[in-house]
């Protein structure tokens, strides 16, 4: 099973381009998150999707844009890079239904460095 | 989103065992705490959830004080592969699995 499949996996952009980072799971479910990590420090939400047709802004989401394609699929769009959105990138996706709580799974991320 | 407060760093030999603990003095009722590790240059993954009681699966064990406002994660018999960044995350049955990391424990496994 492949999990969590995120797309690139290293990346340099020049400040100002625009890049759409993909991810995808193939595990049926509803929740996806996109989360960075800067050096030396914990993972923090940029934008989730709750389930399919939905999204919703995180704790850091200025700069950044979401599309929930299907249920498989919820890509992050950096429209103008900017040097502090070097950082590595993580999705995730889990289960989630009510109270249920089931575990997260993420993907090998996705390391962006901004020139 | 109740926050969660854990030692930076702890040290331990290869082959025994391991106590990370957690403070969650304002967890709420419908709060499970959740465990995560980070090996290097990976992304997080699931090691143990729990609510009220203790939790045990193949990679730890979880114990839960009965106040519910700490708990320690286990490692029966720590492993090289162990060094990871642990977190500790109280995740609400309303937030739509959302995940709140804090700085988490270093652990470094000496050989």
């Known amino acids: 099973n492949a999990g969590v499949t995120q797309t690139p996996k290293f990346q340099v952009l020049k400040t100002g381009q625009s890049m759409t980072l993909q991810c995808a799971q193939d595990?049926?479910?509803?929740?996806m998150y996109w989360y960075r990590q800067d050096p030396g420090m914990g993972l923090r939400l940029i934008y989730y999707s709750a389930s399919e047709g939905t999204t919703d802004k995180g704790e850091v989401p200025n700069g950044y844009n979401v599309s929930r394609l299907n249920k498989r699929e919820f890509s992050l769009r950096l429209e103008s890079a900017a040097p502090s959105q070097t950082s590595v990138y993580f999705c995730?996706?889990?289960?989630?239904?009510?109270?249920?709580?089931?575990?997260?799974?993420f993907g090998q991320g996705t390391r962006l460095t901004v020139v | 989103d109740a926050k969660t407060t854990q030692p930076n760093s702890m040290e331990s030999n290869e082959e025994e065992p391991v106590h990370l603990p957690c403070n969650h003095s304002?967890?709420?009722?419908?709060?499970?705490i959740h465990w995560y590790r980070q090996l290097p240059s990976q992304g997080p993954e699931y090691v143990i959830h729990?609510?009220?009681s203790n939790v045990n699966n193949r990679m730890a064990s979880l114990a839960i004080a009965e106040d519910r406002k700490s708990s320690t994660l286990i490692l029966h018999r720590a492993t090289l592969r162990d060094a990871a960044v642990y977190y500790c995350?109280?995740?609400?049955?309303?937030?739509?699995?959302?995940?709140?990391f804090g700085q988490g424990t270093i652990l470094t496994v000496h050989p």
């Open positions: 304002t967890i709420s009722g419908t709060d499970y």
């Open positions: 995730a996706s889990s289960e989630t239904r009510g109270s249920v709580n089931t575990e997260a799974f």
């Open positions: 729990g609510l009220t």
């Open positions: 995350i109280l995740r609400s049955g309303t937030s739509y699995g959302k995940l709140t």
């Open positions: 595990m049926n479910h509803n929740s």
